[in-house]
């Protein structure tokens, strides 16, 4: 079945500057590819997501590159602030479309 | 706004006893999840539902059942507690191409 590897389990940021996570699947057949944000105590959120028909999305301070041949897909936080200190999880469709997969989670840190 | 919600929020239970979990949506989605949550494993799926009467299996099914009795709400199930089902339980409502929407958690401690 599909497989998310989630490539930093932790990342430290100083405010304003960027932050990427990376997240590499196996599936090829995989089209869609979803964040989700969990703050410290709370449950997850959806942050952006991607279709496997384009490469980049854009969402404010969120952009998601997608690379099809490389089966790799990151978040990318510009101009990170104390409040996007949080885990953030990837995830990906199997080949049915009918199951997500996730990753293991980034711990982003957002230091003043 | 979309609501999920899970009862208990917090569980204590015994080796060999039986355990239910409920989750309630008014997002009217068709599809259901149940997923638990461990460090280092993210979030796993257990099991998950298109519609009333109907139960799939996840990705790690075993000591797991489910019931989703109506639209709104979607059980899991744990007749025989064990304490390698100690976690964070959550549920979801959406779909896989599509945002999906989490319940609060429920956090299960099997002793």
């Known amino acids: 079945g599909e497989k998310v590897e989630q490539h930093e389990s932790t990342l430290s940021v100083r405010e304003g500057d960027s932050a990427v996570i990376n997240c590499t699947y196996t599936?090829?057949?995989?089209?869609?590819f979803p964040w989700y944000k969990q703050e410290a105590g709370k449950s997850l959120h959806f942050v952006i997501d991607?279709?496997?028909?384009?490469d980049r999305k854009q969402s404010q301070r969120l952009t998601v590159l997608l690379d099809k041949k490389a089966k790799r897909f990151s978040l990318h936080i510009t101009a990170t602030q104390p409040e996007d200190s949080a885990i953030y999880f990837c995830?990906?469709?199997?080949?049915?479309?009918?199951?997500?997969?996730f990753g293991i989670g980034t711990r982003v840190l957002v230091r003043p | 706004e979309a609501a999920v919600t899970q009862s208990p929020r917090n569980k204590v239970a015994v080796t060999g006893g039986k355990v239910t979990l409920s989750c309630n949506q008014t997002?009217?989605?068709?599809?259901m999840y149940w997923y638990r949550q461990d460090t280092g494993h993210g979030l796993r799926l257990i099991h998950y539902?298109?519609?009333?009467?109907?139960?799939e299996k996840g990705d790690i099914p075993d000591g797991y059942k489910a019931s989703r009795p109506s639209q709104e709400n979607f059980s899991l199930i744990l007749e025989l507690a064990t304490p390698s089902q100690t976690s964070v339980y959550f549920c979801?409502?959406?779909?896989?191409?599509?945002?999906?929407?989490f319940g609060p958690g429920t956090r299960l401690t099997v002793l």
């Open positions: 995830a990906a469709t199997n080949s049915a479309g009918n199951k997500l997969t």
């Open positions: 979801a409502s959406g779909g896989t191409g599509i945002e999906q929407y």
């Open positions: 991607i279709r496997s028909n384009v």
């Open positions: 997002n009217n989605h068709n599809n």
């Open positions: 539902s298109y519609g009333a009467g109907s139960t």
């Open positions: 599936d090829t057949a995989s089209s869609y």
